[in-house]
């Protein structure tokens, strides 16, 4: 089942760690898993297991992005789990370099 | 969203490290978490919190800490006398505040630094509220009556996820920040500075000799200047400056001299230079001059390119930007007109004005420039400030230029003085570091610029009048000139 989602939602992993907080999501309906489970918002009580497959780990502060950039989330706690979006992994977005302005 | 994420981010993935210096007091990211709980569990309900001191490590804790309670922080200017400062206490009530000060002003409830430090440390939830405003800065009113400008957590965010990486800085990164706190600068400095990893030092009273030995102790690899502290430290420095460690400097606040910026660059030639322009109600920067163009500019033998050395720069990757005639058609490269932009930063609201964006979200800036052929943003100054001699529009910042350009100016403004026949005339106050005559000023003028530009009048002052951060006080002129 799919939800759609504004930027600032909070979305956590309900097999590790992971957190990310949407910034760019288009207006359909996305089936957000982290480590093969799908990600709820609000921390979950106690932890599944992680999909062996899907174990490539987040890293906190890094932007993911699937291929045609039409989403973006940050991630906002690291974690052990993969983010795939309707079943596709997303990768990290490579980062822009900005001169230090402040 | 809530900015209180981004102090979150930075003690949980880096908590150990070093956050700020202040005198003393040093703290790590978690020590700066703690700081924010604190001053977030003293917060009553409804009120804002209010901060009326210089720089302290207190400062980062009241932005966060007003964060995570729900409410807006509202930095004051501590060098207002009573009258302004108590009607701004007013217009901030009800607030907690911040200071060392004792106040006795209806719904303002003073606590000390160390009492706002050292509360509670609970462990709560920062709200996520739409539209909810983070910050409210009140301009500094050199018009008429300070306006507050609202910045809204989602304008905070959308700047920092636009310029910065998180922890991209190195370890021994470390950023000077002189600005005082009510400043659009020193709030971004925070929140870039955290969200990158980078400690920062404060400095609470800028001198130049204070600037350099404390960017000499700290090992200081970033610093933001306004360009009147820029100069301070050229003036002090002689031909050198033993800064090895210096490696970024960022300036912005007000319009930087040639002069100024080249000097700065023949005296630490290893800095890189970046000229950041932005105001209160963009979240601070939108365009930027690189140290890449810095070094293209003033290498080049071009005048095209060279002049670029005083330009605004490009606008960043996340913000859109036009210049548009007075009619709303957009400006040819080269075509003064009015400065347009529009992006998720851009706050663009007063309170109790509402908000300033037209219907498509576009935010007049009230700043006046152009484009040259390659998009790099040429600032004029504002509308305001234009002289309108017999109907014909003249930009103060032109005949500036070619004065300044004299070795014996040491500053220049031009401003609009009333004229019996042309309704306005170009009025103009120079600190001269020699005599030179009213002739030989016209004559400078004339060589170069149009006769509707030339001065009717010319006084001579010691210094010209500058708020503490660097904005030249062009009302003050233009009352002394006036009389």
Known sequence: MGQIFKPGTKLSSTVCKTQIMVLRAPATELKVTCGGAPMQIGDPDTLGEIDSAAAGGTFVGKRYTDQDESMEFLCTRGGDGTIAVDGYTIDVKAAKKLPSSD | ?483
């Open chain 2, 1 to 483: 969203m809530n900015i209180h994420l981004i102090l979150q981010m930075a003690a949980d993935a880096m908590g150990h490290r070093e956050a700020f210096v202040s005198g003393s007091c040093r703290g790590t990211f978690s020590d700066l978490a703690d700081m924010a709980k604190s001053v977030a569990g003293q917060v009553k309900d409804g009120e804002r919190v209010g901060f009326l001191n210089e720089n302290t490590p207190l400062m980062p804790a009241a932005l966060f800490g007003a964060a995570l309670a729900g409410t807006q922080f509202v930095p004051l200017n501590y060098r207002l006398a009573e009258g302004p400062l108590n009607s701004l206490l007013g217009r901030t009530a009800p607030a907690l505040l911040l200071t060392e000060r004792e106040l006795g002003i209806e719904g303002i409830r003073p606590i000390t630094m160390l009492q706002a430090g050292s509360g509670d440390i609970s462990e709560m939830d920062a709200p996520d509220i739409d539209g909810a405003i983070a910050v409210e800065l009140f301009t500094s009113g050199t018009t008429g009556e300070p306006k507050s400008a609202v910045l809204k957590h989602d304008n905070l965010m959308a700047y920092i996820f636009g310029t910065v990486e998180f922890m991209s800085a190195e370890e021994d990164e470390a950023n000077l920040i002189a600005v005082p706190p009510y400043h659009i600068a020193a709030i971004a400095g925070v929140l870039s500075s955290i969200y990158a990893g980078r400690k920062m030092v404060q400095l609470p009273n800028f001198t130049a000799d204070g600037w350099i030995k404390l960017a000499h102790a700290e090992k200081v690899t970033n610093a933001f200047v306004v360009p009147t502290m820029l100069q301070r430290i050229i003036d002090h420095a002689g031909d050198s400056l033993d800064l090895p460690f210096l490696r970024n400097i960022a300036y912005g606040g007000g319009k930087m001299p040639r002069q100024t910026i080249e000097a700065a660059m023949r005296v630490l030639p290893h800095v890189n230079f970046t000229n950041a322009y932005g105001l209160t109600e963009t979240s601070a920067t939108i365009c930027m001059l690189g140290p890449d163009d810095h070094r293209a500019a003033y290498e080049s033998d071009d005048p095209a390119i060279k002049r670029r050395l005083v330009s605004a720069g490009q606008p960043i990757p996340s913000i859109e930007l036009e210049v548009r005639k007075e009619d709303g058609t957009v400006c040819d490269a080269e075509e003064v007109g009015l400065v347009w932009v529009r992006g998720d930063q851009v706050s663009g609201e007063y309170k109790g004005m509402g908000s300033q964006l037209d219907p498509d979200g576009w935010f007049p800036t009230k700043d006046r420039g152009f484009l040259d052929g390659g998009g790099y943003l040429f600032i004029d100054g504002r509308a305001d400030d234009v002289i309108v001699r017999g109907g014909e529009n003249i930009s103060p910042g032109e005949i500036e230029d070619v004065v300044r350009a004299h070795p014996a100016v040491k500053d220049v403004a031009a401003v609009a003085v009333p004229d019996v026949e042309w309704g306005e005339a170009v009025g103009l106050a120079i600190v001269c570091t020699d005599d030179i005559s009213d002739d030989d000023i016209c004559a400078l003028v004339k060589s170069e610029l149009r006769s509707s530009r030339l001065p009717s009048l010319i006084t001579r002052m010691d210094e010209l009048p500058y708020n503490e951060t660097g904005k030249l006080l062009r009302r003050v002129i233009r009352d002394r000139l006036a009389n």
